[in-house]
Nanobody
Framework: QVQLVESGGDLVQPGGSLTLSCAVS?????????VNWYRQAPGKERELVAT???????NYVDSVKGRFTISRDNFENTAYLQMNSLKPEDTAVYYC???????WGQGTQVTVSS
């Protein structure tokens, strides 16, 4: 069974930074798949935040451009989301997903508040 495990969520003050990790296990083809980070805030629909392709191209939703950076380590089967200049509106549960597959992580809570 493929497993995706997110970590790194925390309570942080506005303007702060966090780095989320998504560790993928029991899957030998990580390097061949895109990795997506989504988030879901209370009362809102889940939205796609960032994507990194199998060749390292990246894409971001407009609201995080210039503040978030997605990356991956194919040797460690891990993807990352570096989040800087965090705002209260970034508060959400953040999920990683392997491409367009059914494989999702369980989510990690990010709360931005003073």
């Amino acid at each position: 069974q493929v497993q995706l495990v997110e970590s790194g969520g925390d309570l942080v003050q506005p303007g702060g930074s966090l780095t989320l990790s998504c560790a993928v296990s029991r899957f030998a083809y990580f390097r061949n798949f895109n990795v997506n980070w989504y988030r879901q805030a209370p009362g809102k629909e889940r939205e796609l935040v960032a994507t990194i392709t199998n060749i390292g191209s990246t894409n971001y939703v407009d609201s995080v451009k210039g503040r978030f950076t997605i990356s991956r380590d194919n040797f460690e089967n891990t993807a990352y989301l570096q989040m800087n200049s965090l705002k209260p509106e970034d508060t959400a549960v953040y999920y990683c997903r392997l491409g367009q597959t059914e494989y999702w992580g369980q989510g990690t809570q990010v709360t931005v508040s003073s």
